[in-house]
């Protein structure tokens, strides 16, 4: 199921939630409306909170089965953010926004390249994955480049067939590049998805709902 939907009026839906597949973390501020949409639409319990004092959840959180990763939070000591038994990590990080520099699920991470080999470690250990430096199209900031699920990999068009390949072997799930919010090449700002079901941008077209509904539905 796919759904068309702005969170605090932004198309950027991405930018403000993160998404795995039983639990979604939205803005303390977040629409009653758009919380149901989550609930609805990708199955999941809800929980709003704000990292940093900010609502900008999903540039500042990754998470997977095994675990959650958070840029280094002065307000919360991560409570409201454990779900059942996953790591928490508080990462303390020059490379702070670690949705837009982590892109992961249960078979893999890529992260950007600028992460220390302490910071790499304490990651793999956290999600419980092997975790690679990269780019996904020349993009560095490779958590908003792209969306990954458990069931699929979409990413910014900015890439070649080589790597399309490579990462759909890496994450393994079937991988597909495109774009969403009317041409916006940072389809992880811009989509949340898990195996259940996909929300997007509003200003998302008709011919791109159907490339993302294929790859990610």
Do not use: C
Not at 140 to 163: C, H, I, M, N, R
Not at 170 to 184: E, H, L, Q, R, W
Request: no cysteine; net charge negative.
């Amino acid at each position: 199921m796919i759904k068309k939907i702005s969170i605090l009026r932004s198309n950027f839906i991405g930018v403000y939630s993160r998404v795995w597949e039983d639990i979604a973390f939205l803005p303390f501020n977040a629409e009653d409306f758009v919380e149901k949409d989550f609930e609805d639409i990708l199955g999941v319990e809800t929980r709003k909170i704000l990292i940093n004092n900010s609502p900008l959840i999903g540039t500042m959180m990754v998470l997977n089965s095994n675990g959650i990763i958070i840029g280094k939070n002065d307000f919360d000591d991560g409570s409201t953010m454990t779900v059942g038994d996953r790591n928490f990590l508080s990462l303390k990080d020059k490379m702070n926004a670690v949705g837009n520099d982590i892109l992961a699920n249960d078979h893999g991470a890529m992260v950007h390249k600028s992460f220390t080999a302490a910071a790499v470690k304490k990651i793999s250990d956290t999600l419980g994955v092997e975790v690679i430096k990269g780019t996904i199209g020349d993009i560095k900031t490779v958590g908003s480049s792209a969306v990954l699920t458990q069931k699929g990999l979409l990413t910014t068009p900015e890439v070649s067939d080589d790597e399309i390949k490579f990462l759909s072997n890496f994450f393994k799930v079937p991988a597909k590049s495109g774009t969403a919010n009317f041409g916006n090449l940072y389809v992880g700002s811009s989509i949340v998805a898990n195996s259940k079901g996909v929300l997007v941008g509003e200003d998302t077209t008709p011919i791109e709902i159907g490339r993302i509904d294929d790859i990610l539905s």
